[in-house]
């Protein structure tokens, strides 16, 4: 079935009810960085010169925070990202009912630790549960059978702190702690509740149950040796504010507004990382055709901290981060790496990790910042069919801008039925946006699993 079924392209997106206005051009947008799917709630992690990201999934369609499973991508330039899949999922946990929502994934001694909020079976209440796994990308699974904490509240964010002592922040309407043992899946001294005071966390006006603007979505982070929370501010429409502490757990002093309310979506969740010398801003959103409060998708930001480490007013933009590095051709390249897709869908490929399907005619993948460097004589892709196949249309310019080679996709009894299949190509020189066109008869025509250049 497809999840997003309109053309995503050109220079600017406006939505309205019924009707999705798409300008003629090339497509030139980055954000928001995933369009196969709704993405929400981003935890991004540096890990071995990439980052990865965590999400949540939206469900098309949905009329309520409908989420089933988790997400996972990565990218070695903040514009390229691989689609991993879904780790982790509801039903991971045995003991939880629903509600895949915002959690967080940290590494520890080559462990991967992600926290995740889901509502427990036993209680109906939501709770914390842990998924562990020895990769980055998965799958994860339940690491202690339980919840690690329950109190009926959300959104959990993990420190570890210079010291090599770890802390679980979370909570929704209150902001609460523990400080987790070195297995990262236990804790001691008991839950503590921080004090949401105006000095903290800022003045709401307008409702005497929440004073301060403290909504949810915590990530709390430490960087030269200030400590900082980052939080969805005064529902609703939520904007994304912060407060600072010399410590982990306080004092915490109100800062101000990094992102204003604005977007189609009425909730936002803030994640940031330094990656590769540039401080990156990561935030969900609903410009997808079709988004919205409960369709919502992620976006990033490249920033600068103030002189002062305080953090600048950041707005929201369809261009996104700049590209930090190139994409080699010449190495072996999932298909599911996108910078921006139109019409594309992935699914888990049978040999492992995942690929693109359900691919019409003109639907196009974009990979920007290729280095073909001197030339690129031949392209070969790994491809399936169980329809007529078609063909792969390798365009530099935009996705109707000039071919540089056309490769024929066969029938081949299925769709995870692979071949390979390969053509020349010229004019690939240089460092060049590529599109990969797929084009020919009706109805789906074939899946592409990976591809690969040689040089000339």
Request: hydrophobic fraction near 35%; aromatic fraction near 12%; charge should be negative.
């Amino acid at each position: 079935m497809r999840r997003l079924t309109t053309l995503l392209c050109a220079l600017a997106l406006l939505v309205v009810p019924a009707l999705i206005v798409v300008p003629a051009g090339p497509a030139r947008a980055d954000n928001p960085i995933v369009q196969t799917i709704y993405t929400a709630d981003p935890a991004p992690l540096v890990h071995n010169g990439r980052v990865y990201l965590y999400t949540g999934h939206d469900e098309d369609g949905s009329t309520w925070f409908t989420m089933r499973e988790w997400r996972a991508y990565s990218s070695a330039d903040m514009v390229n990202w691989t689609d991993h899949g879904s780790p982790m999922s509801v039903a991971t946990f045995s003991w939880a009912s629903a509600d895949a929502w915002a959690g967080q994934v940290v590494e520890r001694n080559g462990r991967f630790y992600w926290y995740v909020p889901v509502t427990s079976r036993a209680t109906g209440r939501m709770a914390i549960g842990v998924g562990v796994s020895s990769s980055p990308t998965g799958p994860f699974t339940d690491a202690i059978g339980r919840p690690l904490v329950e109190n009926g509240e959300i959104d959990p964010t993990v420190l570890i702190d210079t010291d090599g002592q770890a802390y679980l922040y979370w909570g929704n309407p209150n902001l609460w702690y523990v400080r987790l043992n070195t297995d990262m899946v236990s804790y001691s001294g008991g839950v503590h509740q921080i004090p949401l005071t105006t000095a903290g966390f800022g003045t709401r006006t307008g409702d005497a149950n929440r004073p301060t603007l403290y909504e949810e979505g915590p990530w709390v982070y430490r960087r030269n040796g200030l400590y900082y929370n980052v939080f969805a501010a005064k529902c609703c429409s939520e904007f994304i504010a912060y407060s600072t502490a010399p410590g982990p757990t306080g004092p915490w002093t109100y800062r101000g507004t990094i992102m204003p309310t604005q977007g189609t979506s009425f909730t936002n969740h803030a994640g940031i990382i330094d990656f590769k010398g540039g401080s990156y801003f990561f935030y969900h959103n609903g410009a997808l055709p079709g988004g919205g409060g409960f369709t919502r998708s992620v976006a990033v930001e490249k920033f600068t901290y103030n002189a002062d480490g305080t953090i600048p007013t950041i707005t929201m933009t369809e261009a996104g981060a700049p590209q930090n590095g190139t994409l080699d051709p010449y190495a072996r390249q999932e298909a599911e790496t996108i910078a921006w897709s139109s019409g594309v869908e992935t699914e888990p490929a049978s040999g492992g990790g995942m690929n693109v399907g359900f691919l019409d005619n003109g639907d196009y993948i974009k990979v920007k910042g290729v280095a073909f460097g001197t030339g690129a004589a031949s392209f070969t892709a790994r491809v399936a069919s169980a329809a007529a196949g078609g063909r792969i249309e390798l365009r530099i310019g935009g996705p109707t801008g000039t071919t540089a080679g056309t490769c024929t996709v066969p029938a081949t009894g299925g769709w995870q039925t692979w071949t390979t299949v390969s053509c020349p190509v010229s004019g690939l020189t240089g460092t060049r946006d590529l599109y990969l066109r797929f084009a020919g008869g009706s109805g789906y025509l074939f899946n592409v699993d990976s591809w690969q250049f040689t040089g000339g």
